[in-house]
């Protein structure tokens, strides 16, 4: 049995490393650029107006006062997507929509809140100075300028940036194929009538509802009896077929869990079985080829824990993610909290946005148990030890990705 920290690296050392793909720009949410992106042409593309008003030359204007105005002739409206020559002379001014191109001979725009028109005449009452009001030609970014890096996560700001330089496909890491197979005579389908001894199958719609969070559809799901030939069977078409095999039950030692022996069987190296924590500790990894094995344990808890501490990390490694766990961050606790002596627990808890941040351990804390995550936004770690953490010391909190704001 190793330690969690143990786990966590030697899940981070057989990290997957899948090609990149190109894609299509409104496919790309939540995926890892794999290429530097240069810039192919600058912005703003020309020079345009910061908004609505009248473009005119500076020069103008530099004797203008409230006792002695300048009058300029309005010739013209350019609005934005005209690509008007207008051309405008000394003493003239044109009206201007935000987003226009600046006129050629002008070099200011006076904001139309500022403005007096009479009888087609702009009426100036002080000195506009050079460059009011005027977005320059590559201000933000030049043509062939770096604009997105290598390694950089795809967010809705980063998709309408790179379409606004007409950027629609570009270069990202592969997302892997990724298999769910749940095991257990006693799972029956929701929506089918429960006969007595069974159970309902909770972990497969969590684990499938945990990857469409994280943008990603099960590439292959099934759920199979504790039958040793249909799970042989099962594993070795997606050990064939996928980069990820995500096993739910039949990996601890029950007469009946045949999980280990068949993976064994079908050449998956083993790296770990058993970690020392609460819930989850049968959690199995191994490695066949270029597919990475996970066995979580079945109780629903000790999956959703093992999941999100092990599973979410290697899924999000293979697909470019530098910093691929969960977020972390040290909260004072609102009540107390009893360790185990020896393994670590992952502790179902909310952390409340309060002025001064708590976090608060949930009940139903049991393996089998799943009503506590309606309301759980993280988990708090909390190693081997004999001594109880008191109300108001700091502990280390694992915040839930989908309820922090991420997109996965």
């Not at 068949?262 to 079985?273: M, Q, R």
């Given at each position: 049995m ?37 810039a ?42 005209d ?19 600046i ?25 506009v ?7 320059r030609?590559g ?58 001894g ?16 994280m ?15 249909l ?41 770990f ?12 990894f ?15 808890a ?16 293979s ?9 972390s ?20 808890a ?18 089998h ?17 004999k ?22």
């Amino acid at each position: 049995m190793i330690s969690c920290s143990e786990a966590q690296r030697l899940i981070a050392q057989h990290k997957l490393s899948l090609k990149e793909e190109n894609i299509p720009l409104l496919e790309a949410l939540g995926h890892v650029n794999a290429r530097n992106l240069k810039a192919p042409i600058s912005l703003p593309v020309f020079d345009n107006s910061a908004m609505d008003g009248f473009a005119l030359k500076s020069a103008d204007t530099q004797d203008a006062t409230l006792e002695a105005p300048v009058r300029l002739s309005i010739r013209g409206v350019v609005k934005a997507g005209d690509s008007s020559s207008l051309a405008i002379r000394k003493g003239q001014a044109c009206g201007l929509m935000t987003g226009a191109p600046i006129p050629k001979g002008t070099d200011a725009v006076l904001a139309k809140e500022n403005v007096v028109v009479q009888d087609n005449f702009l009426i100036v009452k002080s000195p506009v100075s050079p460059g009011k009001n005027i977005r320059r030609k590559g201000e933000e970014i030049k043509k062939g300028q770096t604009v997105l890096s290598e390694g950089s996560v795809i967010n809705p700001g980063t998709v309408g940036f790179l379409a606004s330089m007409g950027i629609h496909h570009l270069y990202a890491y592969q997302i892997p194929k990724i298999s769910l197979v749940a095991t257990g005579s006693e799972l029956t389908v929701p929506g089918n009538p429960l006969e007595r001894g069974k159970i309902y199958d909770s972990n497969t719609a969590m684990i499938r509802a945990a990857l469409e969070g994280m943008r990603i559809r099960p590439f292959f799901t099934r759920k199979v009896p504790d039958r040793p030939d249909l799970i042989k069977k099962m594993i070795h078409f997606a050990l064939k077929e996928s980069n990820i095999l995500i096993l739910m039950g039949g990996v601890s030692v029950g007469d009946f869990d045949y999980v280990k022996p068949i993976l064994a069987d079908s050449g998956v190296e083993t790296i770990f079985w058993k970690v020392s924590q609460k819930p989850g500790k049968p959690l199995y990894f191994g490695k066949k080829e270029n597919c990475l094995v996970f066995g979580l344990p079945g109780n629903p808890a000790s999956v959703f824990t093992c999941f999100y501490e092990y599973v979410y990390p290697a899924i999000r490694f293979s697909m470019g993610y530098a910093d691929a766990a969960l977020s972390s961050e040290w909260i004072k606790l609102s009540q107390a909290i009893y360790p185990d002596q020896e393994k670590t627990l992952f502790i179902k808890a909310r952390v409340e946005p309060t002025q001064e941040r708590q976090v608060t351990p949930l009940k139903h804390q049991q393996s089998h148990m799943l009503s506590s995550f309606c309301q759980a936004n993280s988990f708090v770690v909390v190693p081997g030890s004999k001594q109880v953490l008191e109300v108001g010391e700091k502990v280390e909190v694992h915040s839930l990705p989908y309820l922090c704001g991420g997109i996965s």
